[in-house]
């Protein structure tokens, strides 16, 4: 291609850092039903990771224009590189929705520049009998973000969590950035005496916000005077941005690009199709891995005839803390109490510690009592925490599949916390029994 190794090593680092950006936008996806359960919101709230890291990006691109012009790319790759970087591991530490929100919306202010910026060098760098060549071996690589990212975010939240996934994200980030800071040429003059019409970003940022937030919240929960507004500010606001762009002598946006038909189609197509590319991304995920739920729970009741144990009530067979399989019915013979709980839900927590003070009471009783206890987590470390820390005396196993977990199925549980209570002889006596029902009922049956 006529390239010195030194712009053949810029232009590798440059495709990768845009690479894992890219690869970034299409790994949540697959996490969005994970989060959803562990950040117990829905999913209008949760596609507010898609949508918002969407529309901080489409607020990027066009101040990028600016920001090439007054930075070198050395420089600017850096600098977005590190807040990409920085907003991955914000969203992976993530203890709460916004601080998660937030992880995402620091991504997308560094992904917003990258795209813009590494197309810009591609176009000074190549000579333009080349430019072709290079712009398509970059349109395959970005395009095989997109392939393997739902995919690779399915394996790591499957096995591990989705805090694990952007933790992933943030070292390979941070691996660009130091190998960047060796390799990359400053690259590109700058002018000192460009200026950014803070006016067209206002505009653009309120018009795209206020149009995003007004259409997701009608989609959502219908029309409301809040959403309207929101829509009609935003409709507003682009169609005063356009004009501004268009009485500009050097608009922050170049829109009079669209006065060409042919471009404009393609354009409007191009936004069609990635509209439907991204309503697809954040609904098919939640679909399949609820049906997958629905799936492991009609299995679980089909095969039930090998699981139902001699008095009738349906086996379970999970792992403890250790990994070790521990059978309900081994219980056989006592009074239990089979409880479903989750580390991530405060009520449990504090009924555990109520739970405590019965099984301690019952410890010495003529007929043994013990608790089985099914963690309905995605958080392994998380159930593990939680056990060690409040030193839970009882079986404590897990079904790490959050709300899609057949043993949920298999009892037909609605809502955590949920518990039964099952007599020596093997018969359910008792359900969701909170209160002074943990003490009434085993006294009953422990005499």
Not at 234 to 263: I, Y
């Amino acid at each position: 291609m006529g390239l010195s190794r030194k712009q053949i090593a810029m232009l590798a680092v440059l495709v990768f850092g845009t690479f894992v950006t890219v690869l970034n936008q299409t790994v949540v996806a697959p996490a969005l039903p994970s989060v959803m359960v562990e950040m117990n919101v829905d999913a209008a709230t949760a596609q507010w990771l898609t949508t918002g890291f969407t529309l901080v990006n489409a607020i990027m691109i066009p101040i990028t224009a600016f920001l090439t012009d007054r930075f070198t790319t050395r420089r600017l790759f850096l600098i977005s590189m590190v807040i990409f970087t920085a907003g991955s591991a914000l969203a992976g530490w993530g203890p709460s929705f916004f601080v998660l929100l937030l992880g995402r919306l620091v991504q997308a202010a560094g992904a917003g520049i990258l795209m813009p910026l590494v197309m810009t060098v591609l176009m000074w760098t190549f000579p333009l009998e080349k430019r072709g060549t290079a712009m398509g071996l970059f349109g395959i690589v970005i395009a095989f973000g997109p392939a393997i990212g739902p995919t690779a975010a399915g394996i790591i939240i499957d096995r591990y969590t989705w805090h694990d996934m952007f933790y992933i994200i943030a070292v390979l980030s941070a691996l660009v950035v130091v190998i960047a800071a060796f390799v990359l040429q400053k690259g590109g003059s700058t002018k000192k005496d460009v200026t950014l019409d803070v006016p067209s970003v206002v505009l653009s940022s309120v018009g795209f916000g206020g149009l995003l937030y007004g259409l997701s919240t009608i989609g959502s929960y219908g029309v409301s005077v809040g959403a309207a507004v929101g829509t009609l500010a935003g409709a507003v606001a682009l169609v005063l941005f356009f004009r501004r762009q268009l009485s500009m002598e050097h608009p922050m946006l170049e829109v009079r690009v669209l006065a060409n038909r042919k471009f404009l189609v393609a354009t409007v197509i191009g936004m069609l199709v990635q509209g439907a590319l991204l309503a697809a991304g954040i609904l098919v995920p939640i679909y399949l891995q609820s049906l997958m739920g629905e799936i492991a729970r009609m299995d679980a009741r089909i095969s039930l005839s090998s699981q139902i144990t001699e008095a009738g009530y349906p086996d379970l067979e999970l792992s403890d803390i250790y990994g070790k399989k521990v059978r309900l019915s081994s219980l056989a013979g006592k009074v239990v109490l089979l409880d479903f709980w989750s580390a991530e839900l405060g009520n449990s927590n504090t009924l555990n510690a109520e739970l405590k003070e019965v099984y301690k009471k019952y410890a010495d009783a003529p007929v043994a009592f013990e608790v089985y206890q099914v963690a309905i987590d995605t958080s392994k470390p998380l159930w593990i925490s939680a056990v060690q820390e409040q030193q839970l005396p009882w079986v404590s196993v897990s079904d790490l599949r959050g709300r899609a977990s057949s043993s949920l199925g298999l009892y037909n549980v609605q809502k955590l916390p949920a518990n039964f209570l099952i007599d020596k002889e093997g018969n359910i006596v008792g359900k969701d029994i909170y209160g002074k029902s943990p003490e009434q009922k085993p006294d009953e049956l422990t005499r």
